[in-house]
């Protein structure tokens, strides 16, 4: 389809600039273009994508969307920019996870289920830009709610948070740990 190069190719190069995930809708503002048209675009590129010598991907992030690379290339990325491995330790693993799947949440709730300090592995998590303060629960001393970020979204290549793996791993029940928060 050869009318639609120059709008693929703008679309392609929005994508590419942008810092954070665009909205269909101002995909479509920007480049004068209905919604369907819009979709059918984004179609089109995530397929150009999908071959194995393409390094990019078309990643979709809480309903917008931005290109990112590949994760087997991220490697000469990393090279490229010399950056140190973004690796994070157990603990802030832990901590992210208690985050990612009860939200908003606060540092003792955390503490509590960790049965340590988080102090250190959550702001290690706010200085990456994973999680962030959204707030101050109403109770006792006000303490700070923490959420996930687009950026933890972007990072583990995730649409959004339904797209979380299921808890169901036999341990501790859901309904356990919400009565013990409570």
């Known amino acids: 389809m050869l009318f639609r190069e120059p709008e693929t190719a703008a679309l392609e190069a929005l994508l590419f600039v942008a810092k954070d995930p665009l909205t269909v809708e101002l995909l479509g503002e920007i480049l004068e273009l209905n919604r369907l048209k819009i979709e059918e675009l984004l179609h089109e590129l995530r397929n150009r994508y999908t071959v ?11 309903g917008g969307y931005i290109l990112g690379t590949k994760p087997e290339v991220a490697r000469y990325v990393e090279i490229l920019y010399k950056q140190p491995s973004h690796a994070l330790s157990n603990a802030a693993l832990e901590v992210l996870s208690i985050i990612a799947y009860k939200q908003p949440v606060t540092r003792g709730e955390i503490d509590f289920i960790r049965g340590v300090q988080s102090e250190r592995a959550l702001a290690t998590l706010v200085e990456k830009g994973l999680v962030k303060d959204v707030g101050r629960k109403d109770g006792p001393g006000r303490p700070i709610l923490y959420a996930t970020t687009e950026q933890f979204l972007l990072h583990f290549g995730l649409p959004s948070l339904d797209d979380l793996p299921s808890l169901e791993l036999g341990l501790v029940s859901e309904d356990e740990v919400a009565s013990a928060l409570e």
């Open 52 to 62: 194995d010598s393409c390094g990019l991907k078309l990643l979709e992030i809480n």
